[in-house]
C-alpha cells in the first residue's frame, strides 16, 4: 500500500471551496495569537465562509504566491481532541516552514501535510 495516494479529483473539490466563498482575515501576518502570546502568525490566517447559512468554513494560511491551493496541512489536537484540516494558499517553501514551526510549537499539537498532486488513482475514477 501506498503512505498516500494522491487524488486529483480530491484537489478540484478543495479548489472549488476555496474559490466560492470570500476569504475573511482572522488575523494578520505577525499578529499574536490570543491564547498564546509568545507566537505570531506566520502568514495571513483566516476562514472562506461556505455556502448554505451553515457555521462551516474553510481554515486557510495565505502566502504571499499567486492564489492557489497547495496542500493541506491535518492537526492532531491532544487537548481538543479533534482533528483540523487547514488549506495552505499560494505559500512558498519558508512560509511552509514557519507555518509547521507555528503548528507543531508545543507538545499538544502535531501535524502532517499533504502536499497538492495530479494523479487519478483507479479507485477514484467514477462511471
Known amino acids: 500500500m501506498n503512505e498516500f495516494e494522491?487524488?486529483?479529483y480530491f484537489w478540484q473539490k478543495v479548489d472549488a471551496a476555496y474559490m466560492s466563498g470570500n476569504f475573511r482575515l482572522v488575523y494578520k501576518k505577525g499578529s499574536i495569537?490570543?491564547?498564546?502570546?509568545?507566537?505570531l502568525f506566520p502568514c495571513d490566517y483566516g476562514h472562506v465562509e461556505t455556502v448554505g447559512g451553515n457555521d462551516a468554513y474553510l481554515k486557510v494560511f495565505r502566502g504571499s504566491r499567486k492564489?492557489?491551493?497547495?496542500?493541506?496541512?491535518?492537526?492532531?489536537n491532544l487537548l481538543e481532541k479533534d482533528?483540523?484540516?487547514i488549506v495552505l494558499v499560494g505559500v512558498s517553501d519558508e512560509e511552509r516552514e514557519a507555518i509547521l514551526r507555528f503548528l507543531n510549537s508545543n507538545d499538544y499539537q502535531k501535524t502532517v501535510v499533504i502536499n497538492r498532486g495530479n494523479n487519478i488513482p483507479s479507485w477514484a475514477v467514477t462511471e
Open 33 to 39: 495569537h490570543k491564547q498564546y502570546p509568545d507566537l
Open 67 to 76: 492564489e492557489k491551493v497547495e496542500g493541506i496541512v491535518v492537526c492532531a
Open 6 to 8: 494522491n487524488n486529483a
Open 83 to 85: 482533528l483540523t484540516t
